[in-house]
């Protein structure tokens, strides 16, 4: 086995690290603090290729492949998970969505400008009582023969006033359970979508959450995604690879907060020497920075696996599982290596920190993942 970059992708990976850098951890902090989405560095990050990174070239796309995807998810998420998450959704949600299983008119319509970055797309799933739970899909979508009439809320919903392209999904068969769903793709403008407020969360706050209402919202029949009956298999086949770039998010969350940490044991001193040559922190350093290799390798290969048209539910959980573990174990070991300063705003970790927690819960929760990996190995 190669465990080797290609010069491409190193130059992918440095490209997005530079960004990171100079372009989203200017002003991180005042987003954080003032709930502001990161409206110019999105852009920037479109014209880069990065909103589109694994469409093909002819849709406007990057045509990369997912492990070029997932180190530039791992860079940005170093720095600011805001913004990465931006980019999971537009990739890994709404652009692999349409790209995979959309009409030639989708394609055209939608698709192309998502993915050269001039819009931004939103997937709405999750609803007040249907969250990991697809199957319980309250929202309805009936059928009026050139078009659906739609109805309902969706909730905790990602680019929610700043996405132009909503890919939604509804119940037009509820005697038919999951294969009575379907997905939708629907416009912000159409009359009787309506948007609530923006959430007002313990971390990514710089992301742009909103509750979404539909209210007889018509939705042509052309933007009706796959056959009638498809949506329950559009959203998991979709969420599978959504796995990935959060797990990638959680990895990169990790390691931020532990260069943080090396970078700050090494600077501060403690009995004439710096803390780092104390072995409480030393060992401490170890296990981290041995959780975030083994979490980086679960992520590359689940990567690697959907490069290589390859089965990878079972790789994409385990993934997205660990990683957010280890984001959560190693960001709350920084602020402990910080002591006092990581409490403060200004040293990063304790928002990397506050970050982490959502990993563990969007694009499934552990629960959720556990549940997958056992069906899996149970086979």
Same mark, same amino acid.
């Given at each position: ?6 010069? +491409?992708?190193?130059?992918? *990976?440095?490209?997005?690290?530079? /960004? @990171? ?7 991180? %902090? ?5 709930? !502001? /989405? ?17 469409? @093909?070239? !002819? ?33 890994? =949600?709404? #652009? ?13 319509? $939608? ?12 997937? #709405?799933?999750? +609803? ?18 050139? $078009? ?5 809320? !969706? ?20 005697? =038919? ?47 009706? %995604?796959?056959?009638?009956? /498809? ?21 990169? %969350?990790?390691?931020?907060? $532990?260069? =943080? &940490? ?19 922190? &030393? /060992? ?51 602020? *402990? ?31 959720? *993942?556990?549940?997958? %990996?056992?069906?899996?190995? =149970?086979?």
């Amino acid at each position: 086995m190669l465990f080797q970059l290609s010069e +491409e992708q190193l130059m992918i *990976q440095q490209a997005a690290r530079d /960004f @990171a850098q100079n372009e989203l951890k200017p002003g991180v %902090i005042d987003r954080d603090e003032h709930q !502001k /989405f990161p409206a110019e560095q999105v852009k920037k990050l479109g014209e880069l290729g990065f909103l589109g990174m694994m469409v @093909a070239e !002819k849709y406007g796309g990057s045509g990369l492949d997912a492990l070029s995807y997932v180190l530039v998810m791992e860079e940005l998420s170093k720095v600011d998970a805001s913004a990465s998450v931006v980019i999971s959704v537009n990739n890994s =949600l709404v #652009c692999y969505g349409l790209e995979a299983y959309g009409s030639d008119f989708q394609k055209e319509k $939608y698709l192309t400008p998502l993915a050269s970055g001039q819009k931004i797309g939103a997937f #709405c799933l999750s +609803e007040p009582e249907a969250g990991s739970d697809a199957t319980s899909q309250h929202t309805t979508a009936e059928d009026k023969g050139d $078009y659906y009439l739609l109805n309902g809320t !969706k909730n905790w919903i990602t680019n929610g006033s700043t996405a132009s392209t909503y890919l939604v999904i509804a119940q037009t068969h509820p005697e =038919l359970k999951h294969k009575g769903i379907n997905a939708f793709i629907v416009e912000k403008g159409m009359p009787g979508f309506t948007l609530g407020p923006k959430e007002n969360k313990m971390g990514i706050r710089g992301s742009d959450t909103h509750s979404l209402m539909f209210d007889d919202v018509k939705v042509p029949k052309e933007n009706r %995604i796959g056959e009638d009956g /498809f949506g329950f298999r559009f959203a998991m086949k979709t969420l599978e690879g959504g796995r990935i770039g959060i797990a990638a998010q959680a990895l990169g %969350i990790a390691a931020g907060a $532990y260069e =943080l &940490a090396l970078a700050y044991a090494k600077q501060r001193k403690s009995f004439g020497k710096p803390i780092s040559d104390h072995q409480a922190i &030393a /060992f401490k350093l170890a296990d981290m920075a041995t959780q975030i290799e083994a979490a980086r390798m679960l992520v590359y290969k689940a990567a690697w696996l959907k490069d290589q048209g390859l089965s990878y539910t079972l790789a994409g959980s385990m993934a997205k599982l660990y990683a957010s573990k280890v984001a959560m174990d190693v960001t709350v070991e920084a602020v *402990q290596v910080h002591g006092g300063y990581g409490f403060v705003k200004e040293y990063h970790v304790e928002r990397l920190m506050r970050d982490a927690k959502i990993t563990q819960i969007y694009e499934g929760t552990s629960e959720i *993942q556990q549940l997958v %990996i056992s069906r899996e190995i =149970l086979k």
